[in-house]
């Protein structure tokens, strides 16, 4: 099921378009084009967009990872080490934040299997 399925089943009546769904990848053939905006009452709206045939973040660099995490920006540039993976390296202050409770270790843990990602 698509997100444009999903749009019409909240709706009750089949306003966006659907396709049929990949034999060959047994998934939809992103039959969106464009966003549209549904009034689901009067106090909720929906966006039905286009759907991602491919989503990466090569383009980005693994040391510059960090800022990209809103919970754990303010500890970019705090580590004793500019190329610090936050796993093993003294002074690391993502590794300090999580022993002292201040982060999250589930979040630390995504930060560096995207690294991991990044780097092969």
């Known amino acids: ?13 089949q306003t966006a378009r659907t396709g049929d769904i990949s034999t060959a990848l047994d998934s939809g053939k992103h039959t969106t084009t464009h966003a549209q905006l549904y009034d689901l009452n009067e106090a909720t ?4 967009s ?3 045939q491919e989503f990466g973040l090569h383009h980005l660099e693994a040391a510059d990872l960090l800022q990209y995490f809103p919970d754990l920006s303010h500890l970019v540039g705090q580590c004793r080490f500019h190329n610090c993976t936050h ?12 022993e002292a409770g201040e982060a999250k270790h589930e979040r630390i843990e ?5 690294t991991d990602e990044l780097l092969r």
């Open 1 to 13: 099921m698509g997100k444009s399925t999903l749009t019409n089943a909240l709706l009750g009546n």
């Open 45 to 48: 709206q929906l966006i039905d």
């Open 50 to 52: 286009p759907g991602l």
């Open 87 to 98: 796993r093993a390296e003294p002074g690391c202050a993502v590794k300090a934040a999580a």
């Open 110 to 114: 995504f930060l560096q299997r995207i």
